[in-house]
T-cell receptor, first 113, second 110 residues
Framework: IAGITQAPTSQILAAGRRMTLRCTQDMRHNAMYWYRQDLGLGLRLIHYSNTAGTTGKGEVPDGYSVSRANTDDFPLTLASAVPSQTSVYFC????????????FGEGSRLTVL | SQQGEEDPQALSIQEGENATMNCSYKTSINNLQWYRQNSGRGLVHLILIRSNEREKHSGRLRVTLDTSKKSSSLLITASRAADTASYFCATVDSSYKLIFGSGTRLLVRP
């Protein structure tokens, strides 16, 4: 049973570097999401995609970009990392944009120095 | 800004006791969901309650929803040490995105 796979699990990155967090799901879910989790702030939505070929902005999209070339993959890119992007990033998916529960990956811990 | 806010932020109880967590939200919702997160892991869905429902049960979990007060509560009965985790409510907005609160950290002492 795979579900959602995120990579890398953990990464230390110098400020100014470009970084792509990978997310792959094998459940054929239409909708996918990226959240960041910071202590005391819960999870905040960065970007989402209701279906392959479409993306949308969440609560905190600045400094991040996403693409959804196919159903399974939803990479998150930091074009030029800054220390405030130090966080744990979670990818999630659900069957349809309008219904159901979210399934989460195990997270990617990113430290920007 | 976050839609849901949990209360309390932290809760410590003895094994066997009941744990109650509350969630308040700001705008109208399609449904409300509760999730659990063990330390260092991803979130796991527990239960979903629709806006036209007032109460729902699943095993030792009981969720209530009061749309007039824009609040929900999660009750865990007969708690176990394995229930130690963080619990989050998530509201589903009009565009079907899930917005999470900041969570309640539950510690169940053996």
């Amino acid at each position: 049973i795979a579900g959602i796979t995120q990579a890398p699990t953990s990464q230390i990155l110098a400020a100014g570097r470009r970084m792509t967090l990978r997310c792959t799901q094998d459940m054929r879910h239409n909708a996918m999401y990226w959240y960041r989790q910071d202590l005391g702030l819960g999870l905040r939505l960065i970007h989402y995609s209701n279906t392959a070929g479409t993306t949308g902005k969440g609560e905190v999209p600045d400094g991040y970009s996403v693409s959804r070339a196919n159903t399974d993959d939803f990479p998150l890119t930091l074009a030029s990392a800054v220390p405030s992007q130090t966080s744990v990033y979670f990818c999630a998916s659900k069957q349809g944009a309008e219904t159901g529960e979210l399934f989460f990956g195990e997270g990617s811990r990113l430290t920007v120095l | 800004s976050q839609q849901g806010e949990e209360d309390p932020q932290a809760l410590s109880i003895q094994e066997g006791e009941n744990a109650t967590m509350n969630c308040s939200y700001k705008t109208s919702i399609n449904n409300l969901q509760w999730y659990r997160q063990n330390s260092g892991r991803g979130l796991v869905h527990l239960i979903l309650i629709r806006s036209n429902e007032r109460e729902k049960h699943s095993g030792r979990l009981r969720v209530t929803l009061d749309t007039s007060k824009k609040s929900s509560s999660l009750l865990i009965t007969a708690s176990r040490a394995a229930d130690t985790a963080s619990y989050f409510c998530a509201t589903v907005d009009s565009s079907y995105k899930l917005i999470f609160g900041s969570g309640t950290r539950l510690l169940v002492r053996p």
